[in-house]
């Protein structure tokens, strides 16, 4: 089993930037993709971006690139999501997920789930 546990959520102003913290747990996560989703309220939750734990190669979603960089730091067992330029359209609750096939399947799919943080972008 792995346990994801998210930090650094808060409410922000567009323009500004914030910085999202999953502290993970368990044993052989070390294999696994990670990965942040996000759902906004009435949406479907939608992949935002993903990191090979292993090879660290890096996945995005289109809306988010060029603002949003996942990384992963192997010492402290954590992924970060580092948000630039936020939007309104940012607005969620930012989940941290866990593949143990490291994005193997050929989509973003995860087994493993945080219990979420929100993200406010509001004027």
């Known amino acids: 089993q792995v346990r994801l546990v998210e930090s650094g959520g808060g409410s922000v102003q567009p323009g500004d930037s914030l910085r999202l913290l999953c502290e993970v747990s368990?044993?052989?996560?070390?294999?696994?993709?990670m990965g942040w989703l996000r759902q906004a309220p009435g949406k479907d939750r939608e992949f935002v971006a993903g990191?090979?734990?292993?090879?660290?190669?890096?996945y995005y979603a289109d809306s988010v690139k060029d603002r949003f960089t996942i990384s992963r730091d192997n010492s402290k067992r954590t992924v970060y999501l580092q948000m630039s330029s936020l939007k309104p359209g940012d607005t969620a609750v930012y989940y941290c997920?866990?593949?143990?096939?490291?994005?193997?399947?050929?989509?973003?799919?995860?087994?493993?789930w945080g219990q979420g943080t929100q993200v406010t972008v509001s004027s």
């Open positions: 997920a866990a593949d143990p096939l490291n994005f193997r399947r050929g989509d973003y799919e995860f087994d493993f």
């Open positions: 368990g044993r052989s996560f070390s294999a696994y993709g």
């Open positions: 990191i090979s734990w292993t090879s660290g190669r890096t």
